[in-house]
Protein backbone atom coordinates (compact mmCIF):
# COMPACT_ATOMS: atom_id res chain seq x y z
CA UNK A 1 0.00 0.00 0.00
CA UNK A 2 2.95 2.38 0.69
CA UNK A 3 4.42 1.32 -2.68
CA UNK A 4 0.78 2.46 -3.96
CA UNK A 5 0.61 5.79 -1.66
CA UNK A 6 4.19 6.62 -2.97
CA UNK A 7 4.22 5.70 -6.46
CA UNK A 8 0.70 7.94 -7.05
CA UNK A 9 0.65 10.28 -3.94
CA UNK A 10 3.69 11.63 -4.87
CA UNK A 11 3.36 12.59 -7.96
CA UNK A 12 0.07 14.14 -7.35
CA UNK A 13 2.27 16.25 -4.49
CA UNK A 14 5.05 16.96 -6.53
CA UNK A 15 2.02 18.33 -9.40
CA UNK A 16 0.10 20.09 -6.24
CA UNK A 17 3.65 21.55 -5.35
CA UNK A 18 4.49 23.11 -8.78
CA UNK A 19 0.98 24.48 -9.00
CA UNK A 20 1.47 26.15 -5.60
CA UNK A 21 4.44 27.55 -6.40
CA UNK A 22 3.15 28.67 -10.07
CA UNK A 23 0.50 30.51 -8.02
CA UNK A 24 3.14 31.87 -6.15
CA UNK A 25 5.32 32.88 -8.14
CA UNK A 26 2.05 34.06 -10.22
CA UNK A 27 1.09 36.08 -7.25
CA UNK A 28 4.25 37.22 -6.81
CA UNK A 29 4.82 38.30 -9.99
CA UNK A 30 1.38 40.07 -10.14
CA UNK A 31 2.63 41.78 -6.78
CA UNK A 32 5.31 42.98 -8.13
CA UNK A 33 3.87 44.43 -11.00
CA UNK A 34 0.90 46.34 -9.28
CA UNK A 35 3.83 47.64 -6.52
CA UNK A 36 5.01 49.06 -10.21
CA UNK A 37 1.88 50.90 -11.26
CA UNK A 38 1.50 52.37 -7.65
CA UNK A 39 5.18 53.38 -8.07
CA UNK A 40 4.06 54.76 -11.26
CA UNK A 41 0.87 56.80 -9.83
CA UNK A 42 3.17 57.72 -6.98
CA UNK A 43 5.41 59.48 -9.32
CA UNK A 44 2.66 61.29 -10.97
CA UNK A 45 1.00 62.58 -7.89
CA UNK A 46 4.06 64.19 -7.03
CA UNK A 47 4.96 65.43 -10.53
CA UNK A 48 1.55 66.75 -10.39
CA UNK A 49 1.67 68.28 -7.15
CA UNK A 50 5.05 70.41 -8.20
CA UNK A 51 3.21 71.57 -10.82
CA UNK A 52 0.37 72.93 -9.09
CA UNK A 53 2.89 74.38 -6.56
CA UNK A 54 4.58 75.88 -9.64
CA UNK A 55 1.59 77.06 -11.03
CA UNK A 56 0.51 78.71 -7.81
CA UNK A 57 3.57 80.28 -7.18
CA UNK A 58 3.88 82.09 -10.57
CA UNK A 59 0.19 83.24 -9.83
CA UNK A 60 0.98 84.40 -6.87
CA UNK A 61 4.33 86.21 -8.23
CA UNK A 62 2.28 87.80 -10.85
CA UNK A 63 -0.47 89.19 -8.77
CA UNK A 64 1.90 90.25 -6.41
CA UNK A 65 3.55 92.29 -8.97
CA UNK A 66 0.68 93.49 -10.63
CA UNK A 67 -0.56 95.14 -6.94
CA UNK A 68 3.00 96.50 -6.43
CA UNK A 69 2.97 98.07 -9.89
CA UNK A 70 -0.92 99.43 -8.99
CA UNK A 71 0.72 100.85 -5.72
CA UNK A 72 4.29 102.39 -6.87
CA UNK A 73 3.21 103.78 -10.56
CA UNK A 74 1.23 106.23 -8.58
CA UNK A 75 3.75 107.03 -5.69
CA UNK A 76 6.01 107.36 -9.03
CA UNK A 77 4.20 110.35 -10.22
CA UNK A 78 4.16 111.97 -7.31
CA UNK A 79 7.54 111.82 -6.89
CA UNK A 80 8.37 112.72 -10.11
CA UNK A 81 5.86 116.00 -9.93
CA UNK A 82 7.42 117.38 -6.87
CA UNK A 83 10.88 117.15 -8.15
CA UNK A 84 9.76 119.07 -11.48
CA UNK A 85 7.68 121.21 -9.37
CA UNK A 86 10.58 121.77 -7.06
CA UNK A 87 13.49 122.21 -9.90
CA UNK A 88 11.82 124.12 -12.24
CA UNK A 89 8.63 126.21 -11.14
CA UNK A 90 9.85 126.80 -7.54
CA UNK A 91 13.42 127.35 -8.82
CA UNK A 92 12.50 129.58 -11.67
CA UNK A 93 10.77 131.58 -9.54
CA UNK A 94 13.61 131.68 -6.84
CA UNK A 95 15.22 133.04 -9.60
CA UNK A 96 13.46 135.48 -10.84
CA UNK A 97 12.77 136.96 -7.68
CA UNK A 98 16.59 137.58 -7.00
CA UNK A 99 16.92 139.17 -10.36
CA UNK A 100 13.61 141.35 -9.26
CA UNK A 101 15.37 142.26 -6.28
CA UNK A 102 18.35 143.31 -8.35
CA UNK A 103 16.68 145.64 -10.14
CA UNK A 104 16.15 143.34 -13.26
CA UNK A 105 12.96 144.05 -14.60
CA UNK A 106 13.21 142.15 -17.54
CA UNK A 107 13.34 138.77 -15.99
CA UNK A 108 10.43 135.81 -16.60
CA UNK A 109 9.18 132.38 -15.03
CA UNK A 110 8.93 129.48 -16.96
CA UNK A 111 6.93 126.84 -15.30
CA UNK A 112 5.80 123.42 -16.72
CA UNK A 113 4.59 121.51 -13.72
CA UNK A 114 1.35 120.16 -14.97
CA UNK A 115 -1.06 118.40 -12.70
CA UNK A 116 -1.24 114.83 -11.52
CA UNK A 117 -4.32 113.15 -12.91
CA UNK A 118 -4.87 110.03 -10.19
CA UNK A 119 -8.43 109.90 -9.31
CA UNK A 120 -8.34 107.12 -6.87
CA UNK A 121 -10.15 107.62 -3.44
CA UNK A 122 -7.33 106.60 -1.40
CA UNK A 123 -4.56 107.51 0.13
CA UNK A 124 -1.96 108.13 -3.39
CA UNK A 125 -5.43 110.05 -4.71
CA UNK A 126 -5.54 112.54 -1.57
CA UNK A 127 -1.65 113.03 -1.80
CA UNK A 128 -2.04 113.81 -5.79
CA UNK A 129 -4.66 116.48 -4.69
CA UNK A 130 -2.31 117.64 -2.17
CA UNK A 131 0.26 117.98 -5.09
CA UNK A 132 -2.26 119.25 -7.18
CA UNK A 133 -2.92 122.29 -4.95
CA UNK A 134 0.73 122.79 -4.22
CA UNK A 135 1.05 123.05 -8.18
CA UNK A 136 -1.37 125.49 -8.78
CA UNK A 137 -0.49 127.52 -6.07
CA UNK A 138 2.80 127.88 -7.58
CA UNK A 139 0.99 128.49 -10.73
CA UNK A 140 -0.80 131.58 -9.17
CA UNK A 141 2.19 132.84 -7.55
CA UNK A 142 4.05 132.91 -10.92
CA UNK A 143 1.14 134.60 -12.33
CA UNK A 144 0.88 137.06 -9.34
CA UNK A 145 4.56 137.51 -9.76
CA UNK A 146 4.30 138.16 -13.90
CA UNK A 147 1.41 140.46 -12.87
CA UNK A 148 3.69 142.40 -10.33
CA UNK A 149 6.29 142.99 -12.46
CA UNK A 150 4.20 144.25 -15.33
CA UNK A 151 2.89 146.62 -13.11
CA UNK A 152 6.50 147.57 -11.93
CA UNK A 153 7.62 147.67 -15.67
CA UNK A 154 4.04 150.50 -16.29
CA UNK A 155 5.58 152.41 -12.73
CA UNK A 156 9.31 152.47 -14.41
CA UNK A 157 8.07 153.61 -17.43
CA UNK A 158 5.86 155.99 -16.23
CA UNK A 159 8.54 157.83 -13.66
CA UNK A 160 11.10 157.46 -16.78
CA UNK A 161 8.55 159.54 -19.12
CA UNK A 162 7.79 162.41 -15.81
CA UNK A 163 11.69 162.61 -15.46
CA UNK A 164 11.96 163.41 -19.30
CA UNK A 165 9.08 165.67 -18.95
CA UNK A 166 10.55 167.72 -16.01
CA UNK A 167 14.13 167.40 -17.98
CA UNK A 168 12.38 169.33 -20.64
CA UNK A 169 11.07 171.58 -18.43
CA UNK A 170 6.96 170.48 -18.32
CA UNK A 171 6.82 170.42 -14.35
CA UNK A 172 3.25 170.84 -14.92
CA UNK A 173 3.08 166.92 -16.54
CA UNK A 174 1.03 164.21 -14.30
CA UNK A 175 1.44 160.61 -14.13
CA UNK A 176 -1.20 158.76 -15.60
CA UNK A 177 -2.63 157.39 -11.88
CA UNK A 178 -5.85 156.03 -13.51
CA UNK A 179 -3.23 153.21 -14.97
CA UNK A 180 -2.95 152.01 -11.79
CA UNK A 181 -4.71 150.11 -8.69
CA UNK A 182 -3.87 151.35 -5.06
CA UNK A 183 -3.54 154.74 -5.47
Partial sequence: IWKHISTVMIPIAQRLDGKVKEVVNSSQKEAED???????????????????????????????????????KPVEMVVERCQKLQKVDITNLAKATDELARGNLNVTVETGTQALTIDSKDEIGMLAQSVNGIIHQSQATVTAYQQALKVLREITAEIIALGHAAQEGKLAQRGNVTKFQGG
Fill in 34 to 72: RARELNAVKDQVVMYTWIVIAIVFLVAAGLGWFIANLIS
